[in-house]
């Protein structure tokens, strides 16, 4: 197997996500950091204009988005499955759920003033990051809630792990973790980061040593790659084949198509389809930096179009 590369910068909530997968499945894996802000030339060259974060690059094949990485890294590594036959839809289902309805509660607490800590260093990382990110909810078909909304919807959320989590179970649906434990994990990781709502974990004692047993996940560092050498092996490497199939009327194999996703960040990534299938759709692409890739999005979420 190529090596797994994931296209990341440390204040990603959801590129923590990722990492900890990686620490606790033993999974060695390579960093390639990029901007918090665009432009990321040489992510976008493996894209074709997908630009949510993190992305994970094994050779010539692009894996977009935490929910289609997770189910790629789960046949990897060690220890358990991250989707237990017995839980699977629970744990699904709470997962999306963080991903997108607790997520916006998240960004709208972890940006209070009092929650900031040092996210920015200076005022112009601030402002271009403001700028980014005006660009990147352009279409967005989502509400950011106001502070009390949020604090309303968080507080709720916590109190509801702390039962869950008490009669000492170690991860959220038993002795052992599922991809529900991760998606809930980098929301809080993110929440907490600035050090402002720290009393708030401080008065629930179950979800603070859950908390702990998973940010050990989280400090299991990648080794360092720079974006040439990544666009290298790309380059050097054949993407996996695919057995081309569409669920789609009208839209074949072969069928120039953009992909997006259908809530935020709605830039798409143009190619030529594959398959799209319940699971996930792929594209081939073809670009001077990369040669030939296939760049995989997860069908929950996304949306196909021709081009």
């Known amino acids: 197997m190529a090596e797994l590369i994931l296209h990341h910068y440390p204040e990603s909530p959801f590129s923590e996500k990722v ?5 606790a499945k033993r999974l060695a894996w390579r960093s390639l950091q990029v901007s918090m802000v665009m432009p990321r030339p040489a992510t976008i060259a493996l894209t074709g204009g997908y630009r949510r974060i993190p992305v994970l690059q094994v050779g010539a094949d692009i894996y977009c988005d935490t929910a289609l990485i997770a189910e790629y890294l789960d046949d990897l590594g060690t220890g358990p499955t991250l989707y237990p036959g017995g839980q699977m839809l629970a744990a699904q289902t709470l997962a999306r759920w963080v991903d997108t309805e607790l997520f916006w509660a998240a960004v709208t607490l972890r940006f209070l003033p009092e929650n900031m800590g040092a ?4 005022p112009a ?3 271009a990051f403001a700028e980014d990110r005006a660009n990147f909810a352009a279409g967005a078909q989502v509400r950011r809630p106001a502070a009390d909304e949020a604090r309303a919807r968080y507080a709720r959320f916590l109190a509801e792990m702390e039962t869950q989590l008490g009669d000492g179970r170690p991860y959220l649906f038993g002795a052992d973790w599922s991809v529900a434990d991760f998606s809930v994990y980098h929301m809080l990781w993110f929440i907490h980061a600035g050090g402002g709502m720290a009393d708030q974990l401080a008065a629930r004692s179950h979800v603070s040593a859950w908390m702990e047993r998973m940010g050990a996940f989280g400090e299991h560092a990648g080794e360092a790659i720079t974006a040439d ?3 290298a092996i790309a380059h ?3 993407p996996l084949p695919v057995e081309q199939a569409s669920d789609l009327p009208g839209l ?4 120039e198509v953009n992909v997006a996703p259908v809530d935020y960040g709605v830039m798409p990534s143009h190619g030529t389809l594959l398959r799209c299938d319940t699971n996930s759709i792929v594209i081939r692409r073809e670009h001077a930096l990369t040669g030939a890739v296939n760049v995989h999005f997860p069908r929950h979420g996304f949306g196909v179009t021709r081009y």
């Open 236 to 238: 050097a490497a054949e």
């Open 252 to 255: 074949a194999p072969g069928t």
């Open 19 to 23: 990492r900890a997968i990686f620490g």
């Open 229 to 231: 050498d990544a666009l």
């Open 119 to 122: 996210f920015f260093t200076d």
């Open 125 to 127: 990382t601030a402002q």
